[in-house]
């Protein structure tokens, strides 16, 4: 069994650090491919980015179907190419917010470029679901978080939320 990785949570300062480039065809980058794909589908979540797991690398997972037949992406130096002039407006969640849910506008569609795990070069373009996943995800390469697309008084309403729920836990475990 594949070993599950802590998931941190705001407020640590590694969630607000830009992650570095990784070399394709590092065996380290496969095993911890592995390691988030089985730390996202346990969460549960649809994708996770390095940087959530304490590690400041360019590396995201994603996976919009884990209900179904299971279709993992793992998306190494991953940059958006090209966006759509068209927003589209979804509720997003964070693997690294728990239970903090918000309405955020992105473009409806991007272009992704990044490498797999054998160096090749891949491209898709997104929408949906898939596409503000991916926009999600690699804004967390950049220190970026879904709370940062919202309005102030928004964000601070969440963050207090979540300050308040994790403090409650700590207590409970002890």
Same mark, same amino acid.
């Given at each position: !069994?594949?070993?599950?990785?802590?998931?941190?949570?705001?407020? @640590?300062?590694?969630?607000?650090?830009?992650?570095?480039?990784?070399?394709?065809? @590092?065996?380290?980058?496969?095993?911890?491919?592995?390691? !988030?794909?089985?730390?996202?589908?346990?969460?549960?979540?649809?994708?996770?980015?390095?940087?959530? &797991?304490?590690?400041?690398?360019?590396?995201?997972? &994603? @996976?919009?179907?884990?209900?179904?037949?299971?279709?993992? !992406? &793992?998306?190494?130096?991953?940059?958006?190419?090209?966006?759509?002039?068209?927003?589209?407006?979804?509720?997003?969640?964070?693997?690294?917010?728990?239970?903090?849910?918000? @309405?955020?506008?992105?473009?409806?569609?991007?272009?992704?470029?990044?490498?797999?795990?054998?160096?090749?070069?891949?491209?898709?373009?997104?929408?949906?679901?898939?596409?503000?996943?991916?926009?999600?995800?690699?804004?967390?390469?950049?220190?970026?978080?879904?709370?940062?697309?919202?309005?102030?008084?928004?964000?601070?309403?969440?963050?207090?939320?979540?300050?308040?729920?994790?403090?409650?836990?700590?207590?409970?475990?002890?």
């Amino acid at each position: !069994m594949t070993e599950i990785l802590p998931i941190l949570y705001v407020p @640590d300062p590694r969630l607000r650090t830009k992650a570095k480039p990784v070399a394709a065809g @590092d065996s380290r980058i496969a095993e911890l491919s592995e390691r !988030m794909l089985a730390t996202m589908y346990k969460a549960p979540g649809i994708g996770l980015a390095a940087p959530q &797991v304490g590690e400041l690398l360019r590396l995201v997972v &994603v @996976d919009i179907r884990p209900d179904e037949k299971p279709d993992p !992406m &793992v998306l190494l130096n991953p940059e958006i190419t090209a966006e759509s002039q068209e927003l589209a407006t979804r509720e997003e969640g964070c693997l690294s917010l728990p239970n903090q849910y918000a @309405d955020v506008t992105r473009p409806a569609r991007v272009k992704v470029r990044w490498q797999d795990l054998t160096g090749a070069r891949k491209e898709i373009e997104a929408e949906g679901l898939l596409a503000a996943c991916l926009q999600h995800e690699i804004d967390h390469l950049d220190g970026v978080l879904f709370v940062d697309h919202v309005s102030a008084l928004k964000r601070n309403m969440l963050l207090r939320k979540l300050a308040k729920e994790l403090k409650a836990k700590e207590r409970e475990a002890m």
